[in-house]
Nanobody, 123 residues
Framework: QVQLVESGGGSVPAGGSLRLSCTAS????????MAWFRQAQGNEREGLAA???????FYADSAKGRFTISKDNAKNILYLQMNNLKPEDTAMYYC?????????????????WGQGTQVTVSS
């Protein structure tokens, strides 16, 4: 059973950047699809970017051009580089993993989640 721990959140002014990390452990040799989501207060969990187990990358429209997903396979760390942050990016950010996923940017497709890391962007 894989475990996920996010880090790297914080408070930044608009236009700033953050790099989120998601450290995975307990793989047991399996290949996993992984993704980043966020959830603002009162909103549903929104898929941002996914890296499938074959190495293909997918972005939601809200993430294209400003966010970049990547993975260090040697360290089992998934990253989300976020640039030109806006106040509307304020949310709790989560990473997720699952071996078998239908739609990669759907929260309901993932069974394993981290605890989240808060990102706050001030205007």
């Amino acid at each position: 059973q894989v475990q996920l721990v996010e880090s790297g959140g914080g408070s930044v002014p608009a236009g700033g950047s953050l790099r989120l990390s998601c450290t995975a452990s307990g793989y047991g040799g399996g290949n996993y699809n992984m993704a980043w989501f966020r959830q603002a207060q009162g909103n549903e969990r929104e898929g941002l970017a996914a890296l499938d187990k074959y190495g293909e990358i997918f972005y939601a429209d809200s993430a294209k051009g400003r966010f970049t997903i990547s993975k260090d396979n040697a360290k089992n760390i998934l990253y989300l580089q976020m640039n030109n942050l806006k106040p509307e990016d304020t949310a709790m950010y989560y990473c997720a993993a699952d071996r078998w996923v239908g739609y990669l940017l759907s929260a309901t497709a993932y069974r394993t989640w981290g605890q989240g890391t808060q990102v706050t962007v001030s205007s």
